[in-house]
């Protein structure tokens, strides 16, 4: 088996997986600034990028793996002053971040590539590097941080985000949509935190996002009749709005982050300089 076939079996969705997904599903969008409760989410994600990428001078080149569609890019670039690139292995997903970018007018380099062939070009290359539910669909964690992290330069931050599979969101993805559960890695943040070690990066920080949050729960089943879409999408819309809840009473006093509830699992962390 060469390197490529090998990562290939590591990958528990494929490429396939992820053209039909971004052929299908409707935009969204990123709203971290206008205070609103609903927008909490957004607001919570924009916090954790500026502390993650803090150190980092304007105009830095920031990377996202997996950018396909992605509204945080675009956000990075003018808020951040970043010079951004997108790379992703799903050429429909490239086509949909390209139309996105050019509705926006934010200038965005998009790669069309595999994370583990980027080329040479990109290796060693970028001051920042983020990834958004990317890391789970792979057996080897260990193998696809590392390949994440020789995208940056030594001295460069990794911001890796991935939805917490282990708790009651991991439950109720296992419930609403199975097929869409079984493509993923459950991994608690602790698990994301070794596994960024284990890939000879030093971790600056690890934990969990939010203290609830259902909407990230995706229910798209494809074997579901109309009715089970329906019922599935109003499951989770329910369970959402009682996430709002849990976000009004955080803005008053402080709820703690868990396995068992947040929707995120996040770890920080830095390629170290050779001495
Ligand atoms: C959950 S989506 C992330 C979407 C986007 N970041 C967002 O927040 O809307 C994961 C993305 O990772 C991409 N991906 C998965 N494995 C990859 C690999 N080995 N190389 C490059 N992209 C990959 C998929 O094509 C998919 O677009």
Not at 164 to 191: E, F, I, K, T
Request: hydrophobic share 45%; aromatic share 8%; charged share 20%.
């Amino acid at each position: 088996m060469n390197e490529l076939e090998c990562v290939e079996t590591m990958d528990k969705a494929g490429q396939q997986y992820w053209d039909r997904h971004w052929e299908s599903i409707p935009q969204s969008e990123f709203k971290p600034d206008g205070g609103r409760l609903r927008d909490s989410g957004d607001a919570a994600l924009a916090g954790l990028i500026r502390r993650a990428f803090e150190p980092l001078p304007k105009g830095a080149e920031i990377v996202e793996a997996g950018a396909a569609d992605s509204t945080i890019l675009p956000w990075i670039v003018r808020t951040l002053g970043a010079s951004g690139t997108g790379l992703d292995y799903s050429e429909a997903g490239c086509e949909r971040f390209r139309r996105r970018l050019a509705a926006c007018s934010v200038p965005a380099e998009v790669v069309c590539c595999d994370v583990f062939a980027p080329g040479d070009g990109l290796r060693g290359r970028f001051d920042g590097a983020l990834s958004m539910g990317l890391v789970e669909h792979f057996t080897d964690t260990v193998a696809v941080v590392g390949a994440l992290g020789a995208l940056l330069r030594p001295g460069g931050r990794l911001l890796t985000l991935i939805p917490n599979m282990r708790g009651s969101v991991g439950a109720l993805q296992r419930a609403v949509a199975p097929s869409v559960y079984r493509v993923h890695v459950p991994l608690s943040a602790h698990d994301l935190a070794a596994a960024h070690a284990a890939a000879g990066l030093r971790v600056v920080d690890s934990g969990y996002l939010q203290p609830m949050g259902f909407s990230v729960v995706n229910f798209n089943e494809p074997s579901a009749s109309r009715v089970g879409y329906w019922m599935r999408r109003l499951a989770v819309a329910g369970l959402a709005r009682i996430s709002w809840a849990s976000w009004w009473i955080d803005r008053h006093a402080r709820l703690p982050r868990s396995v068992l509830f947040s929707p995120w699992a996040y770890c920080v962390a830095e390629r170290p300089v050779a001495k």
